[in-house]
């Protein structure tokens, strides 16, 4: 029991289950932008696109191509409604950083320190 106790008591497990939470209302936002907005601006340009009727043979694919659609769809919102605009608005928040000089390791310090000393003790006469 203490083992369960540990494992979900972790914080990624914590962060994946609200992370799901979130996500799955956050679906229904993008589940809406698409039926009540973008849905009924392409049925006004072109009719309403349903393919549930279509068949190969025996096999029923017009759900299956429906699916695709719907699925290409949100993509498409969730990109251009939420992702585009998120990532314009965090480069604004937070630029990125002017490219400079790279640090200097510990190891090429500690060389140079060497090197200036051993040029020191040469020019002392030591």
Do not use: W
């Amino acid at each position: 029991m203490a083992g369960f106790k540990d494992f979900l008591l972790r914080g990624n497990v914590v962060d994946l289950a609200v992370g799901v939470i979130i996500g799955a209302a956050f679906g229904g936002i993008v589940d809406s932008v698409t039926k009540d907005i973008i849905t009924p601006i392409i049925g006004m340009m072109g009719g309403q696109p349903d393919f549930a009727a279509y068949k190969i043979g025996a096999l029923g694919v017009g759900a299956l191509v429906n699916a695709i659609i719907s699925f290409v769809i949100k993509a498409l919102v969730v990109y251009f409604v939420i992702v585009k605009p998120f990532s314009a608005m965090m480069e604004r928040m937070n630029p990125p950083a002017a490219p400079g000089e790279p640090p200097v390791s510990a190891e090429v310090k500690l060389l140079t320190e060497i090197r200036d000393n051993l040029t020191k003790s040469r020019a002392a006469g030591v």
